[in-house]
């Protein structure tokens, strides 16, 4: 038997044929547009599916159901997307508007959750039950697998971890409030840091990678800056870490997961990322007297979210599948 997954972003439409495994067969994708009404978006992801299971050569009685990982929140119960502001979609009955081209049960589920089930099925958190995802990107998203399952809450909005507070009355983040870690603990967050950082050290081997041009500052240029020694960009790599271990540490407090996994792009620091976060969650996670959660990097790559949405269809997701 086999699963469509469908990964919907803002910019691309990726959408693969997944194994009883998690092991995608064939992918293929297709530009968003979005700012195109939804009727044209669902119609083109509905088309890609077809396209996939033909040039896969399967017969469609062998694909069991086709998944959605979306940006905002779902309602997989009614098969409506309710908000996804990249996308301008509100209300949006996907389900009903999919099953127009393609008769097959359709399940719809947050694309941050669909990353962390694609981790727990077939990444970094295969071998256990409890696990929580999170990708440090242009925000901070987070998905949570309980007992083999997503958990989303009672309204599928829940695990938007990026917006605790670990800063009172700190930064101003994009959601409106000020101080929530998204704000200090993001590639966005970090690249703020090193552009104030080497304008305040024109002298910084921080500033003259760049040439003095703060807009050439990326998510890795801090990190590259401290690993040639230089002090600026140690600074500021060692105070982001800690920024991105407050977030965790609470998020083992309070949910103590068996593995916690780290993805997007500052994830591909590895050691020079883990170790420091390691020694910063030993030393202030509550419960020390217990086995310790396990902090692990994300395997999945860009294809999780595929993977994940593919796994709605095989995997009890919330006991509504």
Same mark, same amino acid.
């Given at each position: ?23 995608? !067969? ?10 195109? #009404?939804?009727? #044209? ?10 396209? !996939? ?6 017969? !469609?009685?062998? *694909? ?8 905002? /929140?779902? $309602? ?17 009955? @996907? ?18 959750? %669909?990353?962390?089930?694609? &981790? ?13 995802? !999170?990708?440090?990107? /242009? ?10 399952? +997503? ?8 695990? #938007?971890?990026?917006? @605790? ?5 700190? &930064? ?7 101080? %929530? ?21 024109? $002298? ?5 990678? *760049? ?18 020694? $230089? &002090?600026?960009?140690?600074?500021? +790599? ?7 271990? &407050? ?36 030393? $202030?996670?509550?419960?020390?007297? *217990? ?24 995997? #009890?997701?919330?006991?509504? /599948?």
């Amino acid at each position: 038997m086999y699963y469509i997954g469908i990964d919907l972003g803002g910019t691309n439409i990726a959408a693969g044929l997944v194994d009883e495994t998690g092991t995608i !067969i064939y992918k293929d994708s297709v530009p968003t547009m979005r700012e195109r #009404e939804y009727p #044209e978006i669902v119609k083109d992801m509905a088309m890609l599916c077809l396209k !996939i299971i033909n040039d896969a050569g399967i017969d !469609i009685k062998n *694909v069991k159901s086709i998944g959605i990982g979306a940006p905002g /929140t779902p $309602d997989n119960k009614n098969g409506i997307l309710v908000y996804a502001n990249n996308l301008k979609f509100k209300n949006v009955p @996907m389900r009903m508007e999919m099953q127009k081209y393609i008769s097959l049960p359709i399940l719809i589920e947050n694309d941050a959750n %669909c990353a962390a089930l694609a &981790e727990s099925v077939a990444g970094a958190a295969k071998d256990v039950s409890n696990s929580i995802t !999170i990708t440090l990107g /242009t925000g901070i998203g987070g998905g949570m697998v309980i007992s083999g399952k +997503v958990y989303s809450g009672f309204n599928s909005a829940a695990a #938007e971890v990026g917006h @605790m507070t670990i800063i009172s009355e700190g &930064e101003l983040c994009t959601c409106g409030r000020k101080g %929530c870690w998204e704000a200090y603990g993001s590639a966005m967050a970090l690249i703020e840091q090193s552009k104030k950082a080497a304008k305040s050290n024109p $002298d910084s081997m921080l500033n003259r990678s *760049v040439g003095g041009d703060l807009s050439k500052i990326n998510a890795k240029t801090s990190f590259d800056s401290a690993k040639q020694g $230089d &002090e600026t960009g140690k600074k500021v +790599v060692e105070q982001y870490i800690k920024y991105v271990a &407050e977030g965790i540490i609470n998020l083992i407090n309070i949910f103590t997961p068996e593995i916690l996994v780290i993805g997007g792009g500052v994830s591909k620091e590895g050691e020079y990322l883990l170790k420091p976060l390691r020694e910063h969650i030993s030393r $202030d996670v509550y419960a020390k007297e *217990v086995p310790q959660t396990q902090i692990r990097v994300a395997r999945m790559g860009n294809d999780a979210g595929i993977i994940g949405a593919a796994m709605l269809g095989k995997l #009890e997701v919330r006991g509504e /599948t």
